[in-house]
């Protein structure tokens, strides 16, 4: 830990002594004590050199190395003070408005404050002349500065040169697994694999560090990963494992807006109508769970509460114990290796160092970073180092890890590797956040010569070499491909604890995840050397004035409602996060925080903010909601900011758009609202946005709609020209009839990638200056990718020469000719969307003439559009997916479909007028094929049966359709799924041949006779009948041996069901309101019950005249049933007090059932009851009977008028038997 300490003490003395150097140049009457306070510094880190340098290092070095490092803090903490009193001056003198500012403490008793700082620093030089004085006495001498290592920015930059540029590419092909990638792929989509089981389960086993987070998340990406799965889910487990906090994490990922559901059946619930009908896939990462029951229990659920069809598990564990619980398919091993790009000299040794590697990708990783920096002589170290002699291997990759750390050539950069152990692991990590609180500690130094660089530009380099360095992963990017957050592996993780200074409470400066008693606990001679504190405690007031030296407090987990005024004794903070709280007003006290870098408010409803929030002139970033009543006032002040991700122009004082002249440091993305407010050029002018030159992302928006502000508007926008390097721009609501000339002349947009014009409703003329001063063809936006046009009715021209335009979409216009002026010289365009041109009648034609890259072709919502011109599918060759949906007069589409080899998806929707799909011969590359709510086309394309990659097939509401064109095998078809079809009379012919068919859903075709054999369905594994009239003749179903979900219901002519027994992976079955069916299915009544995973059963609404319920066996293991009644029936199905495992009971329809019986006692597991549609009955079982049920969450009665009556709260006959269940519904009445 020594060196840890020697690295951090170093950068920290550096820092330090740097600041007295400046300060020098400032003080006034203690000058003598600061040049002492200088020189000790450099004499004691002549010796640190030594220390650093030092073999087998003694404890007396240890510990003088530590006490130089709480020096150096106090030290730096003097310095800072002194500096904070020249930022409060500062903002006196703006305050009163003077001019002479030569004698600092005219206004601050300058006796008193000279003496303070004197002796502050004096009691410093004193204690750091006694440290050096010990230094000889522990064998430490001062060295020459020549064996310091490089720490100037120079080398940090030399260094990011040699390691970034080589391996800046993503993580999936700096390690490749194709082979194995490819196998598990094709495991978990083969259907035959799922013969034996009834939720498969695929381990991928391995220590730390092997790949196995990697080669899961390869698997997850995996294009036909994406295309076999409906719903893909990640989730990382890690410890405690716990049922209902996964099952809740699924469902958070499904719909976020569910996060926070307490009751486990109530998550149940909501999954099984999130998940309904889909096939899902869902990854647990990093398990550690050996205890089968819990396991069971989390399987139990998901299948309890979703028709799986086939999902899957993929489990990713370190523990061989763990994968033997889990496993249902064959184990994954993440083994194998990319090899390095090795020069022929050193191809000997790379070869027997990636042998080392023993295919363990983070290492692989880490020291092909590393090596790429070095030559040969490197090379050798590497292959001879002493870590390949470690017998443990997770010991042997953290070696690797500290290698590469050791090779990080700034100090500062260690540092800030270090401080990354703040974060928990998997936590993922906001890269902007992270630089901003390395710049908070103090960890980014500008190099002298560096004039033109900031601290965040430092920051933005010590990430990219962290990342590619291979110190974080799993990075996230923006749709500008530009990196916003990361993680890092939990073994990097474990690095970056072990190399940080947290050593016992005399040596504590950060904590993270730190409740307020434990803060408390800390010694009061300790806790000011608290640089940094991550809360998640509460009433923080009475502790924050002893946090002296904070340089970060996060507050964004502590549970507050209130900021204490105390905040502003913090006169160190540089960082302060107070998002997500329920606090309405800040102290005026926050305004004394000079030093303040960032401040985060997001998420933060407060009333106003305070007009001392202007005294922040040290502020960089600030971050809060957008609210045209609450925005800040004097906010030009604030003549430091780089960061304000929007402005609100005001009309009262402080609120004017000339606030943004005085914010010349803006980077990054700038959005300006109420653009109304600026009365004309003149005052535009005053926001010199044309001289901020960092900002890449710029958005215009006006409101309201101001038909009388045209030239306004437009003179407005001419005096908002924009900084040239500007790479994005948004316009909207502008009510100008045409654009500024800096919108039509080429000077200004060379690096303008994606222009967004929505609702300017009066521009009429986008076109480029006719006359150039000088000579040839200037293009307006040569590097533009992506252009949006929307509501822009009157516009009736545009630029036509968009060398690199990649995207374009014309969205809500009333003419369609933007469309023909700007596609038809593309030669680039890969992406167009035409939607709600409301007068357009034909697409033009040669409108994409010059293009050959066409991948997806979107038309929508065009009410008057009668035809597509034959020649677009000529021009197309390349198209992959095509769209065309809510184009109601649109009666055929032209022929040359069968031109297009490379479309995958083809969906047709809500053209109600459509008579024909021309569609001759086979499309080769399609996979999905969907005509929904077409009610005048006759037939579908003749040419569907020759689609020989067709996976999946849908038709809905296409109420002509009587047959569907294929009699011949399609091999890849997965899923057909057919609704609303009134005149389809039969299936297919060829259907039996589909040997690869999945899932087969027949809904509302009320004509269609199912007389299907199913003889060599054996991949089928749902198969769903509903509201069928005609006859259904369910032949050879037992052969059908992958089934997992049968479901047939309203079918008014199903007669009989034939036996099920072979039906072994059957989960759920559905039989109900079959009105002429007598009897259950013989495997339910059988004694020899083969039904063994079956666990979710809905049955009844048999043939009216029976009696009674139709006899079935005890099924044990179920655990979701629900009978159908019919008018006759006057008790329920006396077995059904023996399914013990039922956990959801749903009573439909019993109209002749007037209570309950007792024996619902013996259901000691149910958790939800649902009775419904059963006008007669009065009486629930006895309360004794009710409370056997302690299991019970929820109860909902529907339509049971006399029930209902006597179920009101609190004086109804029935409400004390279910008072004390924790959700109670009757109709929409809910009680919790």
Known sequence: MAEVVTFGVQETLRKVTSLAAQDLSLVWGFEGEVTKLRDSLSMARAVLRDAEQSKGRT?????????????????????????????????EVQKQMKKNVSNFFSLHNPIAFRLKMAHKITKVNAALENLNNKAAGIGLVARSSRFEPETSHRGVALLDRETVSSFAQDEKYIVGREEVVSHIVTTLTNSSNYQENYLSVMPIVGMGGLGKTTLAKSIYHHREISRHFDKKIWICVSTPFKVKKILSGILEKLKPEKAGIRSK???????QEDLKGKQYLVVLDDVWNDDPQKWD?????????????????IVTTRSVTVASIVQT??????????????????????RDIAKKCAGVP????????????????????????????LQEEEQRILSVLKLSFDELKSASLKQCFAYCSMFIKDFTIEKDDLIQLWMAQGLLHLSPTSSNREMEDIGNEYFNILLHNSFFQDVAKDSYNVITHCKMHDLVHDLAEHVSKSMGSNGIRHMSQISTSLLQEIPKRSVHRLRSVFSNGEDLGNILPSLKGLRILSLKKADIDELPISIGKLKHLRYLDISKKKIKLLPQSIGKLYNLQTLRMDDLNLEEFPKELQNLINLRHVYFDKDPMKFPVDMGRLSNLRSLSFFIVGKERGRGIEELAGLKHLKGELSIYDLQHVTDGDEAKKAKLAEKTNICKLRFEWQGNRSSAINIDRDVLEDLKPPSELELLEICKFSGDKFPSWMMSGYLFAALKRLTIDKARYLIEWTEIAAWPTEGTIVLFPRLEELLLRNCDQLTSAPTRFPCLQKLEIDSMDSGMPISNISTHLTTLTSLIIKKIRRLTCLPEGMLKSNKNLSNLEIKDCPELTCIVDDVYGCCASLEELRISKCPNLRTLPDGLHTLLSL??????????????????????????????????????????????????????????????????????????????????????????????????????????????????????QLSLYRISGKILLSALESCTSLEILSISYCPNLETIPRLDSLTHLRKLA?????????????????????????????????KELDSFPAFHVIPQLEELTLYGWPKLNSLPEQVQHFTSLTYLEIYSFDGLEALPEWLRNLTSL???????????????????????????????????????????????EWHKISHISTIRVDRVKWS
């Open 329 to 350: 398919l064959p184990r994954a091993f993440p083994d194998g290796s990319a090899p390095l790009d090795l020069d022929e000299a050193q191809e000997r040794i790379g």
């Open 1071 to 1103: 039989i109900y309101e079959c009105e002429v069916l007598k009897s259950v299915p013989s495997a339910l009544a059988s004694s020899h019950y083969s039904l063994t995973r079956l666990i979710k059963l809905e049955v009844g609404g048999f043939w």
């Open 1167 to 1213: 958790e939800c009851l649902f009775i419904s549609m059963s006008k007669n009955l009065m009486y629930l079982p006895t309360i004794e009977a009710m409370q056997c049920l302690t299991k019970l969450q929820h109860i909902h009665i529907y339509h049971c008028p006399l029930l209902k009556e006597r179920c009101i709260k609190d004086i109804g006959p």
């Open 297 to 313: 229990n989390l399987i139990s659920c998901l299948l309890s509460v979703k028709d799986t069809q086939g999902s899957t598990i």
């Open 904 to 1021: 995958r998806k083809f969906i047709i929707d809500n053209c109600k007028s459509l008579e024909c799909i021309p569609v001759t011969y086979g499309l080769t590359s399609l996979c999905e094929f969907s005509v929904w709510f077409c009610p005048q086309l006759p037939s579908l394309p003749e040419g569907l049966e020759y689609c020989t990659s067709l996976q999946m097939l849908t038709i809905r509401k296409c109420s002509k359709i009587s047959s569907i064109p294929i009699t011949q095998g399609l091999p890849f078809l997965r899923e057909i799924k057919i609704s609303w079809c009134a005149q389809l009379s039969s299936l297919p012919s060829g259907l039996e041949y589909c040997t690869s068919l999945q899932k087969l859903t027949i809904e509302y075709c009320t004509s269609v006779e199912f007389v299907q054999t199913l003889h060599g369905f054996t991949s089928l594994r």
């Open 265 to 271: 059946a109530t998550i149940c619930e909501n999954l």
């Open 362 to 389: 983070l290492v692989a990783k880490v020291l092909g970073s590393m090596m790429r920096s070095k030559k040969r002589d490197g090379w050798k170290s590497i292959q001879k180092s002493t870590i390949w002699d």
């Open 59 to 91: 404890e007396a070095v240890g510990m003088w190395v530590e006490k130089l490092e709480d020096i150096a803090h106090e030290a730096d903490d003097v310095l800072d003070e002194y500096r904070y009193e020249l930022l409060r001056r500062k903002v």
